[in-house]
């Protein structure tokens, strides 16, 4: 049997893994804790779980930062006689990857976070990703952060009633010391962005403040979209784009529509298509990826 790749798309909610037939999930990374070896971790248990013997291993990392993307450092953590490549990536890359393949375009990846990856003939552009205090403008944070200044404006009398009060009275009778228990609670970002999906529901059941909370963040996302486009598009006469959208916040009826609304107004020759795969199956992808494409440059690869 010939040696296997084995894949990884690793973000804070879990790691996925597959090598051969077998997909296997961890819990996810630990951001307080060094990166390298929990996927080294993860690398050892996934190849004793599955008896593969390994020779490449391709990795797509949420928040991939520069000093964290050390291929070569990976790989002596590994320490594994059959692994000879290891290569590392931003997940933007891989989810790119996974949902378009080889075709121009941008991927928004929107979650809790959100980031966008467009590729063109020659050139690449990330557009935010900036985490919740710096960026990710649309994201389910950025939802949730604005339900909350909603709320806030309506018990204060600064703007109008909203069916999102509530939810969130359900979670904080006292409104007037909610922000006291956000502001201790470690899991505060996640409680955030948990109202995005409270937002989805009552846009949808007519709640006018939830319904510009929503077409506002599928504007924003739909923006970051065009950045990135234009910042790669080429000088070919009749250049097309793919457009694929991907994450929980696009499960949003309304949002989704105010962001496809938004693309087929811009200035570019666009189409929105559906994800042909996954994240695990960008990190795959990884592997194979040619020296010339225009995201070769933004991974980082060692041999043994």
């Known amino acids: ?4 790749v084995l894949a990884i798309d690793a973000g ?15 819990p996810g ?21 599955t008896g593969a013997e390994v020779s490449v291993v391709s990795a797509g990392v949420s928040g991939l930062t520069k000093r964290e993307s050390d ?28 949902a378009l393949g080889d075709t121009r375009g941008a991927v928004v990846a929107a ?5 966008t990856l467009a590729v063109g003939a020659s050139r690449v552009a990330r557009v935010d990703g900036w985490g ?8 389910g944070y950025w939802i949730g952060r604005e339900a909350l200044d909603a709320v806030m404006r309506e018990y204060d009398g600064r703007g109008p009633a909203t069916a999102l009060r509530a939810v969130a009275e359900e979670r904080w009778p006292d409104l007037s010391q909610a922000y006291i228990h956000l502001q201790s609670d470690p899991e505060r970002v996640s409680v955030i962005a948990s109202f995005a999906a409270h937002v989805a529901r009552l846009a949808t059941e007519g709640d006018p403040v939830s319904q510009n909370i929503t077409v506002r963040a599928g504007g924003e996302l739909a923006h970051s979209v065009e950045t990135a486009l234009r910042r790669v598009r080429s000088d070919d006469e009749g250049e097309h784009f793919a457009a694929c959208a991907i994450g929980g916040v696009f499960r ?16 570019f020759d666009v189409t929105l298509v559906e994800p042909l795969g996954h994240g695990i199956d ?4 990884l592997a194979g990826l040619a020296p010339q494409h225009p995201l070769a440059h933004a991974v980082s690869v060692a041999y043994a």
Not at 12 to 26: A, L, P
Request: charged residues 20%; proline residues 3%.
């Open 1 to 4: 049997m010939s040696a296997a």
């Open 12 to 26: 804070q909610t879990g790691i996925k893994v597959r090598v051969r037939e077998h997909d296997i999930v961890f």
């Open 29 to 49: 990374i630990r951001t307080g804790e060094p990166l390298l070896p929990q996927l080294a971790a993860v690398t050892h248990a996934a190849i004793e779980r």
């Open 71 to 98: 291929a070569a450092a990976f790989l002596a953590r590994i320490d594994d006689a059959a692994v000879h490549e290891v290569i590392l990536a931003h997940d933007s890359t891989t989810s790119f990857l996974g």
């Open 111 to 115: 979650g809790t976070g959100v980031v």
């Open 132 to 139: 919740y205090l710096m960026g990710d403008a649309g994201s």
């Open 252 to 267: 949003s009826p309304q949002l989704r529509e105010a962001f496809a609304s938004h693309i087929a107004a811009s200035e």
């Open 282 to 285: 960008g990190a795959a992808a």
